[in-house]
T-cell receptor
Framework: GQQLNQSPQSMFIQEGEDVSMNCTSSSIFNTWLWYKQDPGEGPVLLIALYKAGELTSNGRLTAQFGITRKDSFLNISASIPSDVGIYFCAGVKETSGSRLTFGEGTQLTVNP | GAVVSQHPSWVICKSGTSVKIECRSLDFQATTMFWYRQFPKQSLMLMATSNEGSKATYEQGVEKDKFLINHASLTLSTLTVTSAHPEDSSFYIC?????????????FGPGTRLTVT
């Protein structure tokens, strides 16, 4: 079952606003990944994080690997309508090989 | 690039029949491919891990005789749903990990929508 708690489950924002979502776990992960999924499509990798404390940006997206290695957050600045979709965090444990554990997802709606 | 394709994109089949789904890495070689299923408004659940030239590793609760996986080459893995039933209707997504690339990064296909009537 899922071991990553992702919040919020859904967000309704106005275009131009900033967005923040996060994932937490009781377990330690050594890699955090953030994906975006559009309806009827597979997830697309946005950002990968490999070190505790790492802060990485990809355009308007910024993600951080928590110091405790049990959490990560994703920020989207100046949201636009095409940011609509479901955002998933995924983690890899040291003992799980390359298997990903996914969060429940955050459904983002951006109103023009 | 890291493009993964799936075929078919959607399929409707009758209960009791078998369906094969292909997953291809188009511009890279993949040591490992993964198969997930996703129910509406839910997250992705890993079904099995497929390594080229060896038997797939199935997650707990996934019937290996029902979901047959073959990974014949570094660019192709197939999932066959045997004796499909309506409860097998779902969105099946594969992913691939590059032979030489950043560890743990998986690149996903566009998914296959299976409907069993």
């Amino acid at each position: 079952g899922q071991q990553l708690n992702q919040s919020p489950q859904s967000m309704f924002i106005q275009e131009g606003e900033d967005v923040s979502m996060n994932c937490t776990s009781s377990s330690i992960f050594n890699t955090w990944l953030w994906y975006k999924q559009d309806p009827g499509e597979g997830p697309v990798l946005l950002i990968a994080l490999y070190k505790a404390g790492e802060l990485t940006s990809n355009g308007r997206l910024t993600a951080q690997f928590g110091i405790t290695r049990k959490d990560s957050f994703l920020n989207i600045s100046a949201s636009i309508p095409s940011d609509v979709g479901i955002y998933f965090c995924a983690g890899v444990k040291e003992t799980s090989g390359s298997r990903l554990t996914f969060g429940e997802g955050t459904q983002l709606t951006v109103n023009p | 690039g890291a493009v993964v394709s799936q075929h078919p994109s959607w399929v409707i089949c009758k209960s009791g029949t078998s369906v094969k789904i292909e997953c291809r890495s188009l511009d890279f070689q993949a040591t490992t491919m993964f198969w997930y299923r996703q129910f509406p408004k839910q997250s992705l659940m890993l079904m099995a891990t497929s390594n080229e030239g060896s038997k797939a590793t199935y997650e707990q609760g996934v019937e290996k005789d029902k979901f047959l996986i073959n990974h014949a080459s570094l660019t192709l893995s197939t999932l066959t749903v045997t004796s499909a039933h309506p409860e097998d209707s779902s969105f099946y997504i594969c992913s691939a990990r590059k032979l030489a690339g950043a560890p743990y990064e998986q690149y996903f296909g566009p998914g296959t929508r299976l409907t069993v009537t």
